[in-house]
Nanobody
Framework: QVQLVESGGGLVQAGGSLRLSCAISGLTFSFWTMGWFRQASGKERELVAAIKSSGERSDYADSVKGRFTISREKGANTVYLQMNSLKPEDTAVYYC?????????????????????WGQGTRVTVSS
């Protein structure tokens, strides 16, 4: 059974930092492109960051470039999202998700519909 379990969300003041974690089990971690998405109230789910299965390349939404960093730790089967200089507009539920091998290279990582497995989400609230 595949499980993706996010943690690390919470309430933080603008300018602060949080690190989200996503622990993955039930699949061969190194074969999957990993992404972090977020969904704010009343808005569509959007890609925040994605990382290639090998970990050697990553991509970010323009709104978070320079502030957020995605990484993956093979031995721990975990993907992280380090979020710095948080803004109130970063407030959302954050989800990690797994897309099949090749999703990054083909550009399919950008769309939520191409991800097969999802976590339950963790809420991030940034106060002004």
């Amino acid at each position: 059974q595949v499980q993706l379990v996010e943690s690390g969300g919470g309430l933080v003041q603008a300018g602060g930092s949080l690190r989200l974690s996503c622990a993955i089990s039930g699949l061969t971690f190194s074969f999957w492109t990993m992404g972090w998405f977020r969904q704010a109230s009343g808005k569509e789910r959007e890609l925040v960051a994605a990382i290639k299965s090998s970990g050697e390349r990553s991509d970010y939404a323009d709104s978070v470039k320079g502030r957020f960093t995605i990484s993956r730790e093979k031995g721990a089967n975990t993907v992280y999202l380090q979020m710095n200089s948080l803004k109130p507009e970063d407030t959302a539920v954050y989800y990690c998700a797994a897309a099949p091998l090749g999703a990054y290279e083909s550009g399919r990582y950008y769309k939520a519909e191409n991800y097969i497995y999802w976590g339950q989400g963790t809420r991030v609230t940034v106060s002004s």
